[in-house]
C-alpha cells in the first residue's frame, strides 16, 4: 500500500514538473518576443536549458524528502487504524 502512494504521489509530481519546466521555458519565449528580454535564439536555447536542469534536479534534490512525508502519512494512518 505504502509504496503504490509514493508511486502514485512521485508520478503527479513529476507530471507536474515538466508542466513547469515547459511553461517556464513558454514565458521565456514569449518574454522574447514581446522585447521584455533580449537574446538571440542560441543564448535562449542555453538558458531554456540550464533553468529546466535546474529544476529537474531540485525535484530529484527533494523526492526524499516527499517519500519521506508519505511513509509517515502511511505511519499515522496505521496507528489511527489500531486506535
Do not use: H
Not at 529546466?52 to 525535484?59: E, G, M, P, V, W
Amino acid at each position: 500500500m505504502e509504496n503504490s502512494v509514493q508511486v502514485e504521489v512521485m508520478t503527479r509530481l513529476a507530471t507536474v514538473i515538466s508542466f513547469i519546466k515547459s511553461k517556464t521555458v513558454s514565458d521565456l519565449i514569449e518574454a522574447k518576443n514581446k522585447g521584455m528580454i533580449e537574446l538571440d535564439d542560441e543564448e535562449l536555447k542555453k538558458l531554456s536549458e540550464i533553468i529546466k536542469t535546474s529544476i529537474q534536479n531540485s525535484f530529484v534534490r527533494s523526492a526524499d524528502e516527499i517519500i519521506d512525508y508519505t511513509n509517515s502519512l502511511s505511519e499515522n494512518k496505521k496507528k489511527n487504524k489500531k486506535k
